[in-house]
């Protein structure tokens, strides 16, 4: 509920259709019925976006969340954790003297 609100106050979408749906509208129609044509058709478009990036998502959760590979991913993300400790231990910055 709360990010519709913060989507429906938000003055960018109010600039966003003020700037760019009038150039798509015909001057001798009711602009009224043509914005909410317009805007019911961002929103489908919109929407079906959102979805298929959530879907997509969810596909490559599962993919990972495969208990051997994610063995495989700790262990290489350890490993680089230690050498990039190792790494800054070894070429760490050294005040000069005053």
């Known amino acids: ?9 938000n003055p ?4 966003f259709f003020m700037a760019f749906l009038p150039q ?11 914005a909410l044509v317009l805007g019911a058709v ?3 478009i919109a929407l079906t976006i ?3 990036y959530a879907l997509g998502a969810v596909a490559i959760g599962n993919r990972l969340a495969n ?3 994610a063995t495989g991913q700790r262990r290489l993300l350890g ?8 790494v800054a231990a070894l070429t760490g910055h050294r005040p000069a003297s005053a």
């Open 67 to 69: 208990t051997r590979r």
């Open 24 to 34: 798509f509208m015909d001057p001798n129609a009711n602009p009224s019925t043509q």
């Open 50 to 52: 959102d979805v298929l």
């Open 42 to 44: 961002l929103f489908v």
């Open 12 to 15: 960018k979408a109010a600039l």
């Open 79 to 86: 490993a680089t954790y230690l050498t990039l400790a190792a």
């Open 1 to 9: 509920m709360q990010g519709i609100a913060v989507n429906v106050l």
